[in-house]
């Protein structure tokens, strides 16, 4: 079945980087595009940003400039760098991909942004 786990996550301060991997399993992954996505304390899950399988990507405006998405076809695995992290950048991070009608998503991992 699809799998997608999220590693890398921690306490970082102002500042600081933080690189994610999603590690996906049980569908053709190099054939999907995937997503990275975040959910504060008391707010709404907002996406951060988007990968087609080929590779092209978008951004929110809230991480342009300071956060990349990349993704390993051969490793079968996504990834978030993220830089210049901010106090309000603090929160869950998933990932997720989408197979009409299923929409799949992973555990999640906590990224704290504090001095």
């Known amino acids: 079945q699809v799998q997608l786990v999220e590693s890398g996550g921690g306490l970082v301060q102002p500042g600081g980087s933080l690189r994610l991997p999603c590690a996906a399993s049980?569908?053709?992954?190099?054939?999907?595009?995937m997503g990275w996505y975040r959910q504060a304390p008391g707010k709404q899950r907002e996406l951060v940003g988007t990968?087609?399988?080929?590779?092209?990507?978008n951004y929110a405006d809230s991480v342009k400039g300071r956060f990349t998405i990349s993704r390993d076809n051969a490793k079968k695995t996504m990834y978030l760098q993220m830089n210049d992290l901010k106090p309000e950048d603090t929160a869950v991070y998933s990932c997720?991909?989408?197979?009409?009608?299923?929409?799949?998503w992973g555990q999640g991992t906590q990224v704290t942004v504090s001095s």
């Open positions: 049980g569908f053709s992954f190099r054939s999907y595009a």
């Open positions: 990968i087609t399988g080929g590779g092209i990507t």
């Open positions: 997720n991909t989408q197979s009409t009608p299923y929409t799949y």
